[in-house]
């Protein structure tokens, strides 16, 4: 029974948040859309730190390698890669817009 109280704490505060955006989504203010963003993001960082980067710094001692240095490989090849998807991403939905032409479409950013 208690496994199932750990993982339903995380789904229900998932979908509960999923569904004020989708419910809500032409509500919020933009000042409060903001701050939601800046919390979400401080809690994604906040997560990459303490379950990646500290157990990746802890699990590489002992090897000849400084202790960080798998971390910051792990970091920057992250970043790299987001940034190949940053640029790869955008071509292809102009790709998809241009065969979906006929169906009404709302304007990206």
Known sequence: MSEFIILAIPFIGTSLGSAMVFFLK???????EKMLLG??????IAASVWSLLIPS????????APEWLAALVGFLAGIFFLLLLDTVIPHMKAEIRKVLEPIPYPKLQ
């Open 57 to 64: 710094i802890d699990m590489s001692k002992g090897s000849s």
């Open 39 to 44: 919390f979400a993001a401080g809690v994604m």
């Open 26 to 32: 032409k509500r919020i203010a933009p000042k409060f």
